[in-house]
């Protein structure tokens, strides 16, 4: 059933997939906001012998390979790394429409992905990650006083925690603890990045480039309006805190303002750059790399914290479990919070972040890697210039890996060592939540404590509970989902605090 297309393929097939609709591609068929259920669909329809792991389709004139197994996204994107690093061509047009063609998640494989990778693994690489323990923690508790105060607004106070904790690293930046007017300046330009850039809009776009001249008042040309207030925010987000980072340097002749990744960065350059000209090259990288963290970061960690809310709604039971471990460290009546000393202790929750990163991962398809050459792979074809989609969904419900896919079951983790520094190390059981090879995430051991840190004191303090009436079963069946490169569940809960309210304060207070 594998299909030929009428070009040079040097006699091989390319891999199965569902026959091309002429002209459209196959983009009828795809639920676009959720397009990650359709491939993992047409992987069990199309694949050889069922498993579907690689799947071909064409929207438009795109190549699409949609890597469904972890084994051959392994096989092709670690092991031939050099040939699948790079980033889809057709996804840069729409990056400049936005404004946003510096951003280094989307960067093609070269020497400025290079210096913007460089960058951020000088400050989030493993070892550097636990000096960032301190504002994870004041920011979970900042999280906590902010649920005390209106539980119902959660969704926003995992922004304001995800985004808050990028600021602080990045540039030292101390947002308001609520209401922050530049947080949300950036949720409104992330909505419009997690909207639109994405491997099936920019096949679309580059097919239709009229869809890019539409005046913006015209029925449907929401994608011109989102480009032309993205464009509007982006030099607001990416000069003002770089500027705090300049001026609090220039004032600090003692040397001693926080570090953070852009002031380390600008002092490496001043102690290395040659001349005039590399500095000015280097600073503009720093500055572009320093405003790709939010994007990176931002939606990534907040939707992560909604699947974990989502979970702990669903199955009371582990809830109890995970509150009790806690509860036996630092006492049933909250003698003090959590800390990060006390997670080699808690194996149980070690493991409630590890089923969250995996129930439900939250990039679905990963970003889109390309081919930089024609390649060969186990007897198929895959052209060059191919856009190349991880789908972690798909391997997130892999049941051999995972019996019962569905099912949230942190006691999947417990019989192996669920070691503080697991999650993010190496080749963990869900490292595939991080992405792939050259491209894997930058930021995932940092991630990974600002997991724990919000987990672990959301557990402690709160009770989370179903909506009245919200009648949602344990395989999630009928839960909505946002669309777009990340996605998060939107859902009714009740958030109610565990202890008295008086204590957790002063609690908190004692810290700060
Ligand atoms: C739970 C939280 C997070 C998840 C699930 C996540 C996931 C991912 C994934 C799937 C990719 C694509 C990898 C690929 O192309 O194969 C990625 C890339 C990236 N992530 Fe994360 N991420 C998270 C948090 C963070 C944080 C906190 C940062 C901090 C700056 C960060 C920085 C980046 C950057 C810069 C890239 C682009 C890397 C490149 O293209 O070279 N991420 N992330």
Request: aromatic share 10%.
């Amino acid at each position: 059933r594998s299909l030929l297309k009428r070009r040079d393929t040097k006699g091989l097939p390319l891999p199965p997939g569902p026959p091309p609709l002429p002209y459209v591609g196959n983009v009828i068929g795809v639920d676009t906001d959720h397009p990650w259920l359709a491939y993992s669909r047409w992987g069990a329809e199309y694949g050889n012998d069922d498993t579907g792991e690689i799947v071909y389709s064409r929207l438009f004139s795109q190549d699409i390979v949609i890597l469904n197994s972890e084994r051959v996204a392994r096989d092709l994107l670690d092991r031939r790394s050099h040939n699948y690093s790079t980033r889809p061509p057709s996804l840069m047009r729409v990056l400049d429409f936005f404004g946003v063609e510096f951003s280094s998640i989307f960067l093609p494989y070269s020497d400025r992905w290079r210096l913007h990778r460089r960058i951020f693994h000088q400050a989030f690489r493993a070892e550097a990650a636990p000096s960032f323990r301190p504002i994870q923690m004041r920011n979970a508790h900042n999280m906590v006083l902010n649920l005390l105060h209106s539980s119902v607004d959660y969704g926003t106070h995992f922004h304001t925690f995800s985004t808050s904790v990028i600021m602080s690293i990045v540039y030292d930046y101390t947002t308001l603890p609520r209401d922050d007017p530049f947080i949300a300046l950036v949720e409104s330009s992330l909505e419009i990045s997690v909207r639109e850039l994405r491997a099936e809009v920019a096949a679309v776009v580059g097919e239709f480039p009229i869809l890019e001249k539409l005046p913006p008042w015209f029925p449907g040309a929401s994608f011109v309006r989102g480009a032309i207030l993205q464009r509007s925010l982006v030099p607001k987000i990416v000069d003002i805190p770089f500027e705090h980072v300049k001026k609090n340097m220039a004032s600090d002749a003692a040397g001693t303002a926080a570090p953070s990744m852009v002031s380390d960065a600008l002092l490496r350059i001043s102690e290395k750059a040659k001349d005039e000209q590399e500095t000015a090259l280097l600073e503009k990288a720093v500055k572009e790399a320093s405003s790709s963290g939010y994007a990176a970061a931002s939606e990534t960690t907040t939707s992560t914290l909604y699947v974990f809310l989502l979970a702990m709604v669903l199955y009371p039971e582990v809830q109890a479990r995970a509150q009790e471990e806690i509860d036996s460290i630092i006492g049933e009546d909250l003698k003090r919070l959590p800390d990060w000393d006390d997670r080699a202790s808690m194996p149980y929750v070690a493991a409630v972040i590890r089923e969250t990163l995996r129930w439900f991962p939250v990039v679905p398809l990963g970003i889109p890697h390309a081919t930089v050459d024609d390649d060969v792979y186990e007897g198929y074809y895959i052209p060059k210039g191919a856009t190349v989609m991880a789908n972690t969904w798909s391997m997130a419900r892999n049941p051999e890996k995972y019996p019962n896919p569905t099912r949230f079951m942190p006691e999947r983790y417990m019989s192996k060592v669920a070691s503080e520094e697991s999650v993010a190390h190496g080749r963990d059981d869900i490292s595939f939540a991080f992405g792939f090879g050259r491209r894997v995430c930058v930021g995932r051991y940092v991630a990974d404590a600002s997991l724990f840190a919000a987990v672990v004191n959301i557990l402690a303090i709160f009770q989370v509970e179903r909506a009245p009436g919200w009648t949602v079963g344990p395989d999630c069946e009928g839960v909505q989902w946002t669309g777009g490169v990340t996605t998060h569940p939107v859902f009714p809960c009740i958030i109610s605090p565990r202890h008295a309210k008086e204590r957790v304060e002063e609690l908190i207070r004692a810290q700060s």
